[in-house]
């Protein structure tokens, strides 16, 4: 049986063969390594003939979660000084240990060396790498400082944008007001549509409403995939400033781009609320969005004003269209990943992406309004 076993592995394509290594008179298999690590180190010392062996060993260690032992490697491979293998190199890789076993102030430790002395790439790596640990901590103000010292002009200005708009809410929670919306202001004026967002309700908040109609609107224009955010709040306020002509007019612009029941679903209570008829191209798209049924506001209003029923027949329909409402059924997807969360997250939290997550209706919305184009 055993010889029979034999034939059928040298038999086998290379990639499906297990990798074992050599360890002077000993071998490994990497994909089960069982044994005592540090006793390996002790017996068989990394040097250059087998140190590509031991980093390989390191993954292994990292994939099965067993960062203390990839933490010994790594700094053994240090000890041992070897020629091609930069200390500054070696200390990222530490830190990737710590960061992923979520030790994340021994993993900085380990970043501020390589930060300011290594080579350009090496930097890079190391600023990247405590970038993403400061993000993990929530510590937003050491984020930007880090940003604003060693980032590169013009790179990552969304990541900065949305960490100025994370210390602008810790900062107004603490109630310094003045500071959080001048954070805001820094982070308007890179991108992103998350800061006029913010700053829309920071004025709602305290009573200027002008402002806040005008940073809701800005935020549709900029992306009418926002639209789950701001169409309500846009409703209210138009109503309250006497703005609903305008409101109706960006909305026909907006539901050319991305036809959106939201849109149709507040153009009926914009109407209904002035007591203005609807006008025939709503009409058109009302019928429209009452067929596919995404929502019992437009379906009940469509029924309404086309077929004599009672109130009975009405509630029984809205009964049955609940189910599909769009209120329902209603999750949230990262463009970037497609990690599906169950409500809107600025950050994804599989890809790390900053404004990447959207409505799944206004994204699936979007893509097949671009392929019909």
């Known amino acids: 049986m055993n010889k029979l076993i034999d034939l ?3 038999c086998l394509p290379s990639r499906f063969r297990p990798r074992r290594y050599p360890v ?3 071998t490994f298999e990497l994909t089960t390594f069982e044994g005592d690590i540090e ?6 010392p990394v ?14 260690f990292r994939r099965r979660g067993e960062f203390d032992k990839a933490v010994s490697i790594h700094q053994a491979i240090s000890l041992a000084k070897l020629e091609g293998h930069e200390p500054f190199k070696l200390a990222i890789e530490i830190a990737h240990d710590y960061y992923s076993a979520g030790v994340l102030s021994h993993a900085e430790e380990m970043l501020v060396g390589a930060l300011d002395e290594a080579d350009d790439h090496t930097s890079r790596q190391a600023f990247r790498l405590w970038l993403a640990i400061l993000e993990k901590e929530q510590d937003w103000h050491r984020a930007i400082e880090l940003i604003e010292k060693h ?15 994370q210390y602008a809410i810790e900062l107004e929670q603490r109630g310094d007001y003045a500071e959080s919306a001048s954070l805001l202001t820094k982070a308007m004026r890179i991108e992103g549509c998350r800061a006029l967002f913010l700053s829309g309700l920071w004025q709602e908040r305290h009573g200027k409403q002008v402002l806040a109609f005008q940073h809701y609107v800005a935020v549709l224009k900029n992306n009418p995939l926002r639209a789950d955010l701001v169409v309500l709040p846009l409703q209210q306020l138009a109503l309250e400033l006497g703005r609903q002509a305008e ?5 026909a612009e907006l539901y050319q781009r991305q036809p959106s029941v939201r849109f149709v ?13 609807v006008s025939e191209s709503w009409s058109a798209a009302i019928r429209q969005q009452a067929h596919l049924g995404r929502s019992t506001i437009v379906s009940r209003y469509w029924l309404e004003q086309n077929a004599d029923c009672s109130e009975t027949t009405l509630a029984l329909v809205d009964s049955v269209l609940a189910s599909a409402d ?16 169950e409500k809107l997250l600025w950050q994804c939290p599989q890809c790390e992406a900053w404004e990447t997550i959207y409505s799944s209706y206004e994204l699936k919305l979007s893509s097949s309004s671009t392929q019909s184009l």
């Open 24 to 26: 002077t008179d000993d």
């Open 47 to 60: 040097c250059q003939t087998n140190v590509d062996i031991y980093y390989n060993l390191a993954e292994l």
């Open 265 to 277: 679903e507040s153009v009926i209570e914009l109407c209904r609320l002035s007591h203005q008829p």
């Open 39 to 44: 006793q390996w180190l002790q017996n068989y």
């Open 326 to 341: 769009l209120s329902t059924t209603e999750h949230y997807v990262c463009a970037q990943c497609g990690r599906a969360v």
């Open 8 to 10: 059928i592995k040298q």
């Open 247 to 251: 409101l109706l007019a960006l909305f």
């Open 151 to 165: 980032g590169t002009p013009g790179s990552g200005s969304l990541r900065l944008a949305n960490l100025y708009c």
